[in-house]
């Protein structure tokens, strides 16, 4: 045999192999593709429709009172006056701080699906009993239990995400149900509308604001719990192949940091919380969103007094909410569609702090009430898609999931904090 004539015929066989190699790695990369984007559809239509209905109700039934105020509710609690309202405001952030974190370790333990309609359930009969309310005593109680069971929400979304997509597909999924937020003052202000004309009984207008929202959130909550999954695992929506893509690209998208492929076989363990209040980003972040949250809580909750300081009557009022709210709705949306797409958080917040900048300026440098309720406008956009930007932030640098639990449930809990002065930055001796 020719030895020049075998080597060329190794050598081609050598090509062909691997021609045939790289043939087969491009048709297995397509087809893990192809089930990536089914996964994505599935989880887009099973998981975000509810955690968007679950936290439009939760700003509805957190920020309602400021609805209720101007429809008699200071008046007929005695109220009006002074730093009672505030009160009844900042209580609502003492037990939703405290409650982040540890809620965050035992959402895997009590599964998702079960805790989080649980929650909304809780808090919707809470809301509900909030029309019973007779004195400013009964506020602040109802207050403190809606704070409560309100608490571990938003961080059990995060991490509950988290569960199911990729780093780079977060930000987007996290302004689909955050939108929610500023879409709830539109629909908020417009069920105040009607609801504020009801006088049955020995209750009159604000108190069916209460009892209507709150039925409505609690029917809603209990609704999911036939409908939301815990984990990809166990998601019954999905085939086999696809339960195991699903767990294997969270397993890859994680970099090794977890040595299971599973998050339901993760265990808890204070090294992973150890590690999370190490990490710089962790404190970084807990900063930034402190001060992107005093305006929005100052803006959500007194959205309604502001514009009845212009000297629009109640039901005008309450219509006038609607269009800003409606803005950064779509702003939230838009930004969040950017990020994911550009892969950067920090600069799209940079400009929304801009603008919201440029808002507060019309609202103190003019008399005009046109040009001040178009500052209303450039708030709203200005100051909602940074929290959504925040969220996805945090949630892609802390890995694996004990890490993430802890660190988005201290986020929270930390900025949050900036309700404190957010409650009180709008007086009744200012107005």
Request: proline share 4%.
């Amino acid at each position: 045999m020719d030895p020049e004539k075998g080597s060329a015929e190794d050598a081609t066989d050598l090509n062909k192999a691997q021609g045939s190699h790289v043939e087969n790695l491009h048709s297995h990369a397509n087809l893990d593709s192809h089930i990536d984007s089914i996964l994505d559809r599935k989880f887009d239509l099973h998981i975000i429709p509810w955690l968007f209905g679950i936290w439009l109700f939760a700003f509805i039934d957190r920020s309602n009172i400021g609805n209720a105020r101007i429809d008699g509710l200071a008046e007929e609690l005695g109220i009006a006056q002074g730093t009672g309202y505030n009160l009844a405001l900042l209580v609502f952030y003492i037990p939703y701080i405290l409650v982040d974190v540890p809620s965050n370790w035992i959402v895997k333990h009590i599964k998702a699906g079960i805790y989080l309609p649980a929650l909304i359930t809780a808090w919707g009969i809470v809301s509900t009993f909030l029309g019973f309310t007779k004195s400013l005593a009964g506020l602040i109680v109802a207050r403190l239990f809606l704070g409560a069971f309100e608490g571990g929400l938003l961080g059990g979304i995060v991490v509950y995400l988290a569960m199911f997509y990729r780093r780079h597909q977060m930000l987007r999924r996290i302004g689909y149900f955050y939108c929610a937020a500023p879409l709830s003052g539109a629909f908020g202000g417009l069920l105040a509308t009607g609801l504020a004309q009801i006088r049955y009984g020995n209750y009159n207008r604000w108190p069916w604001i209460f009892f209507i929202e709150g039925i409505i959130t609690t029917l809603f909550g209990i609704l999911c719990f036939f409908t939301m999954p815990n984990t990809p695992g166990d998601s019954k929506f999905l085939t086999e192949e696809e339960r195991k893509r699903a767990l294997a690209r969270m397993r890859l998208d994680s970099h090794g940091a977890t040595d299971s492929d599973d998050v339901n076989e993760e265990h808890f363990d204070w090294h992973w919380v150890k590690m999370a209040f190490k990490a710089p980003q962790t404190w970084f972040c807990c900063f930034i969103w402190f001060f992107l949250l005093i305006p929005l809580y100052s803006y959500s909750l007194f959205l309604p007094t502001i514009i009845s300081g212009l000297g629009y009557q109640s039901t005008t009022a309450q219509l006038f909410t609607v269009p800003p709210n409606m803005a950064a709705f779509f702003f939230v949306l838009g930004t969040s569609f950017l990020s994911d797409k550009i892969r950067a958080r920090g600069p799209v917040m940079a400009v929304g702090c801009i603008v919201a900048i440029a808002g507060y300026i019309m609202l103190l440098a003019t008399k005009q009430n046109s040009v001040r309720y178009g500052g209303t406008f450039l708030v709203a956009v200005g100051v909602f898609p940074g929290s959504a930007m925040i969220m996805g932030w945090m949630s892609n640098n802390l890995a694996p999931h004990y890490v993430r639990a802890t660190g988005v449930g201290f986020l929270i809990a930390f900025a949050n904090c900036a309700a404190f002065p957010a409650t009180f930055i709008y007086l009744s001796k200012d107005a």
